[in-house]
């Protein structure tokens, strides 16, 4: 049974950082496309970033390039991502997604604070 179980959200303060992690089961991570989506309140879910199964990543919210990373620990079965110099606008719920076939994780909450 395919599953993904996102952690590491919280609350904290403008500036500082958060990594958020994705454990996957299952499946093997490594051998899929995944992603990062993250959805704010009222608006729509947004595309943050990728990681292929070769390992190419992309991060496509223009709003996080240079502050996010997106990885992954083959041994773990898990993926991050690394959010720094967080600010009030990445407030939102933040999802792992493998891309194909689409399964999703149940999200986590990621609050800043002025």
């Known amino acids: 049974q395919v599953q993904l179980v996102e952690s590491g959200g919280g609350l904290v303060q403008a500036g500082g950082s958060l990594r958020l992690s994705c454990a996957a089961s299952g499946f093997t991570l490594s051998t899929y496309d995944m992603a990062w989506h993250r959805q704010a309140p009222g608006k729509e879910r947004e595309l943050v970033a990728t990681i292929t199964s070769g390992g190419v990543t992309t991060i496509f919210a223009d709003s996080v390039k240079g502050r996010f990373t997106i990885s992954r620990d083959n041994a773990k079965n898990t993926l991050y991502l690394q959010m720094n110099s967080l600010k009030p606008e990445d407030t939102a719920i933040y999802y792992c997604?493998?891309?194909?076939?689409?399964?999703w994780g149940q999200g986590t909450q990621v609050t800043i604070s002025s």
């Open positions: 997604r493998r891309l194909w076939p689409a399964s």
